[in-house]
């Protein structure tokens, strides 16, 4: 694998996608009642890339597939989910041995919440994680280092999980991103439960990540957090990305940007319009022949709800709706 | 070191309440047998011929015409000085009795609680491991089939395969017959502990197994277990270093919360086998009506039982790091 990516490097430019994920969908076979077999669908039909030095904000309510997202990525997704489509690192298309074999090392998660963590284990073994024999004192100099850096005190190394307050389990679950020599970060909503000046603390931190050359993926549903530090936004719904827009788009009334849900989105904020839109995303249930926006929809024609709608890329950013020039 | 403070505090709650446990156990299984149609004069004498005036005297010092309050304080009484009275069948005091039965009946207890212990929790966490698989199939209809076998019957199989048709084993006796008890050696003793504690083990792993078994794949399929094979971890040293964590503390507790358990298995396992331990006095007091024998045995187990309960809530209470904190927090 080492002599592949130099040769990769010297062949591409810096921009090259270092996650390229392409018509990505998933589904839950199910039994219901007797032996009937269903399939629930949570993504469809998804593509986003992440690129190095840069960070991606993935942005949708809750429900939407995001955490589901990540863990096709990572390759553990639960036995009963059917994937379908391509994941490509770093030019390859990962198989799940590939993806068994990446994580922890190519790429790494930052979960979503402290329950991401051995309730029975020292939080400090947890950061520094199973370790090759002979490398345990080194990669404790470095979880000290990361610890400190991050404002943990020492006596942190020894605390169970349960012991962290809010901030601090974040800080700790950045940090065993840190610890590893991942280039692909995936940061599952990191801001809920932190107060404004945390918030800012771990947004820095996955600015530096980015900084240092990772590609970082932030997954949230705070449109304004991901605004703060981000490159570029995903926006997610009902499992798929509607629109995918550069963050200098996000101005004014939102007239550059593309989707009418992302201009719903951020005519939503309190700053700006404050205007919610009304309904809820469809139910994994429930079959959407056309576009996943209709119901809500106010540029809709007849043409919406018959087929899903072509993705288009439109002034350096991607969008999924009929109505867009 | 607080810590020890607590302990010790909680230890002696709990021998508070064990002391009151004894008192309502005591006056209880008292009463029962007061009112239980039990002559201790006929099961002294047994077939034994004596003069009406030597009976009269026994009657006398059996207090069979005192009211059952006063013989109650009576007992009571000495009870408190570390007098439980003299057994009738044995003759001779019954804490000596106990003494000796409960010492046979502790290797066999102990041995056997280890084992199934420790073979259980192998198994629990190999079908737990392998879900699904032909393997975890095997031991889940092994622990049903286990869990529906009578020990009394498994004993008796054991007995006629082990030692009536291979001969492997001695049939019964916790000794050897006719050898000085001096002369007893250790390997006496082991060779007529294998096939009780045997029969224990193997019944005891059914329930020990499937509990380890459930956890396992509860633990193995939560969020902390993921996370860790999304940082690479995999296979079995996943397994030992999230899975085992998290469900051995679980299973030892279940394993001391079986000592009643444990008990009534020997007293049946000591029937089958003649096996001279606490089990078969306690059959032999019942039947041939031993009052402060029983009496005693039944105080005993009480705090068998209890210790294995109060040992359960040390570790749950004291061991589990998150139970600590919120001790210590509210
Ligand atoms: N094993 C499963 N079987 C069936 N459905 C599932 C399974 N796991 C998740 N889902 C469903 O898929 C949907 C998407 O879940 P996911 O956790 O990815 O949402 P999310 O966007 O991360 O939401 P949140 O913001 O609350 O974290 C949820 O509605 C959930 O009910
Ligand atoms: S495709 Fe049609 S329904 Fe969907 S968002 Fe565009 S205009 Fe609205
Ligand atoms: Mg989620």
Request: charged share 20%; proline share 4%.
């Amino acid at each position: 694998m080492g002599n592949k990516t130099e040769i990769n490097a010297k062949g591409k430019e810096k921009a090259e996608a270092l996650l390229n994920v392409e018509d990505l969908s998933l589904s839950f076979i199910q039994y219901t009642s007797g032996l009937r077999q269903t399939e629930l669908k949570v993504i469809s039909n998804l593509s986003i890339q992440a690129n190095r030095g840069e960070i991606l904000a993935v942005v949708g309510s809750s429900g939407s597939g995001k955490s589901l997202l990540t863990h096709a990525i990572l390759g553990i997704l639960p036995s009963n989910a059917k994937l379908d489509g391509k994941i490509e690192y770093d030019g390859q298309v990962l198989t799940q041995k590939d993806k068994e074999d990446l994580r922890g090392k190519e790429i790494a998660l930052v979960p979503q919440s402290v329950t991401y963590l051995d309730p029975l284990m020292k939080v400090s073994n947890q950061v520094i994680g199973a370790v090759e024999k002979g490398k345990e004192d080194l990669m404790k100099k470095l979880q000290r280092e990361i610890f400190q850096q991050y404002n943990l005190k020492p006596e942190v190394e020894r605390m169970y999980p349960h012991e962290l307050s809010g901030g601090m389990a974040r800080r700790v679950l950045v940090s065993t991103a840190v610890m590893s020599p991942a280039k692909l970060i995936i940061v599952d909503e990191p801001t809920p439960g932190l107060d404004e000046k945390t918030l800012n603390e771990t947004l820095s931190y996955l600015k530096d990540m980015a900084n240092k050359g990772s590609a970082v993926m932030l997954i949230t549903h705070d449109i304004e957090a991901a605004l703060k530090i981000s490159d570029k936004i995903a926006v997610f719904y009902a499992g798929t990305v509607l629109e995918v827009a550069n963050v200098e788009d996000f101005k004014n009334d939102g007239e550059n940007l593309r989707h009418p849900y992302t201009q719903a989105l951020w005519n939503a904020l309190p700053q700006n319009k404050f205007q919610a839109i009304e309904g809820h995303q469809p139910m994994q249930d429930e079959v959407v022949d056309g576009c996943v926006f209709y119901e809500r929809c106010y540029k809709k024609n007849e043409l919406c709800s018959k087929g899903i709608p072509q993705i288009k890329k439109i002034n350096g950013g991607v969008v999924r709706c009929n109505n867009v020039s | 070191m607080s810590n020890k403070k607590k302990i010790a505090g909680f230890i002696g709650k709990k021998i508070l309440r064990l002391i009151s446990l004894l008192l309502v156990v005591s006056f209880v299984s008292f009463m029962l047998v007061q009112y239980s149609p039990i002559d201790p004069v006929r099961a002294y004498l047994g077939e034994m011929a004596v003069s009406a005036e030597h009976k009269e005297k026994l009657e006398e010092y059996w207090g069979v015409n005192t009211p059952p309050q006063e013989k109650f304080l009576n007992w009571a009484g000495s009870l408190l000085k570390g007098d439980f009275g003299v057994s009738l069948i044995y003759r001779m005091p019954v804490i000596d009795v106990i003494k000796e039965r409960f010492k046979a009946s502790l290797a066999l207890m102990a041995s056997s609680w280890l084992i199934s212990g420790i073979l259980g929790f192998i198994l629990g966490v190999v079908a737990g491991m392998n879900k699904g698989t032909l393997l975890d199939r095997v031991i889940k209809t092994y622990c049903y089939v286990l869990a529906a076998t009578p020990t009394f019957w498994l004993a008796l199989v054991l007995l006629m395969i082990f030692s009536v048709y291979l001969g492997w084993f001695p049939i019964g006796l916790s000794v050897p017959i006719g050898v000085m008890a001096e002369n007893v050696t250790f390997f006496d003793r082991l060779e007529h502990l294998i096939l009780p504690a045997l029969t224990l083990s193997v019944l005891g792993v059914a329930q020990i197994a499937m509990f380890t078994r459930e956890k396992l794949i509860e633990v193995m399929s939560s969020d902390y277990v993921l996370f860790a094979k999304a940082r690479g971890e995999k296979g079995l040293d996943l397994v030992l270093r999230h899975g085992i964590r998290n469900v051995a503390l679980p299973a030892i507790t279940l394993q001391f919360l079986s000592f009643s358990e444990l008990f009534g298995g020997t007293v049946l396992v000591e029937q089958v086998f003649s096996y001279q331990g606490i089990g078969l006095a306690t059959v032999s007091a019942g039947l041939k009506s031993d009052v402060p024998l029983l009496l005693g045995i039944v105080l005993i187990s009480t705090v068998f039982v209890f210790v294995g309960n109060m040992i359960a809530d040390i570790i749950y209470q004291f061991i589990d790091p998150r139970i600590k904190q919120q001790e210590s927090t509210t």
